[in-house]
């Protein structure tokens, strides 16, 4: 079992960065892809970034792409979404999960709003 605890969500200007961190605990998730989510009101969880077991490949979504920056620390067993020039069309709530996604592994997310 995998449980995966994000972190790091809050209120922020337009223009801001944030920080977000995914701890993982239990079974290990060293060697698997890991991705961030997001989840914005009335819309579908869609995948942001994404990055292999040992940072050599990275994704993001046309959206993020040039602003958010993903990377881990496998000896952590902690995965990063730093995120700057934070946009209004940011806000959502931020979650992490082996890529693609195993349901029984989601949590809880961390809310992030960003004001224009």
């Known amino acids: 079992q995998v449980q995966l605890v994000e972190s790091g969500g809050g209120l922020v200007q337009a223009g801001g960065s944030l920080r977000l961190s995914c701890a993982t605990s239990?079974?290990?998730?060293?060697?698997?892809?890991m991705g961030w989510f997001r989840q914005a009101p009335g819309k579908e969880r869609i995948l942001v970034a994404r990055?292999?077991?040992?940072?050599?490949?990275?994704y993001y979504a046309d959206s993020v792409k040039g602003r958010f920056t993903i990377s881990r620390d496998n000896a952590k067993n902690t995965v990063y979404l730093q995120m700057n020039s934070l946009k209004p069309e940011d806000t959502a709530v931020y979650y992490c999960?082996?890529?693609?996604?195993?349901?029984?592994?989601w949590g809880k997310g961390t809310l992030v709003t960003v004001s224009s």
């Open positions: 999960n082996r890529a693609p996604p195993l349901p029984e592994y």
């Open positions: 990055i292999s077991w040992n940072s050599d490949i990275t």
């Open positions: 239990g079974r290990t998730v060293t060697y698997s892809v």
